[in-house]
């Protein structure tokens, strides 16, 4: 695989936990890179370790677990997974989890490890969750490199997740050229997850891609509102004009929908056909939970609701009080 351009898609070097929003996450990510240093000092007696019930690295639904490069499952708490080479396991929609997971470890090269998406039931329940896994690539003392991950079911959408996709999809761009569309209208591949999708745009605004939205597809964007106002697509391009990359926040709809919510779009610079182009993903903001206001008035009964009061302490001979008007 090709190295990046110098200056389309930036890397971080910062601890591996840095930038994430949820504590669970960080957990996850600081469980995943422990157990890729035990393996790199320790090599493949590790397994023992991993493998240990009611470790640090087997708890519940969290656990680690490790796969060969060609696909064998080395360590699973799932007899039925462990020792067998599962490369074509998929998801319920198609989705391809462990092909998946080895290219969220490979697809950039100065980045050996990534994140992966897919929906896979809860142990112990009937229907399956969006699960978000953490793997990295490690290579042990003998040489030989694995895939080291854990995963959590969690249908919240990290910022660093955008981040890590878009990082992706740059570097898939400039490899592949449009081939890359293929690979980001799939709905059963790496860029569609919880919602949200790939798009891109060339330099003048005209919309390349957008699986989502196809109907958008061949019209020059650059003039477009968001509904409030706003004009998102010029705002981007700035973006990644001054910056090279960063963050965007506006009012779109969900595919299939035609009421708008608040979204947010991490856009990058990437080359394709000897030109810059812009790609993005953009994901929904999980709304949040309706509080009651105590303070607001209690609102009176209507004059129906005092009828059928009055009916039923009637039946009973009971005494009702006139309904308050004013």
Known sequence: MEPVAAGTATLKTEPATTGFQYPETRHLVQLVEEAADLLRQKGETAFTDFRQPGSRWRQGESYIFVLAPEGNMLVHPDPELEGKNQLELKDINGKPIIRGLISAANTHPAKPGGWYHYQWPVPGALLPRW?????????????????VGSGMYNDRMEREFVVDLVTNAVAETEQRGRDAFTLFRDPTG?????????FVMDESGTELLNPAFPNLEGRPMMDMKDTSGKFLNREMFNVVQQRGAGWVDYMWPRPGESVSTRKSAYVSKAQLDGAWVL????FTFPMPPKKKNRFLPQRRPSWFSWCATRQRCSNKKEKMPSPKCG
């Not at 790609?279 to 953009?282: D, E, H, S, T």
């Open 131 to 147: 699960k978000s896994s953490y793997v990295r690539l490690v290579q042990a003392p003998s040489g030989k490199s694995y895939l």
């Open 279 to 282: 790609v993005g993903w953009a």
């Open 190 to 198: 790496p860029y569609m997850a919880k919602d949200a999708y790939i």
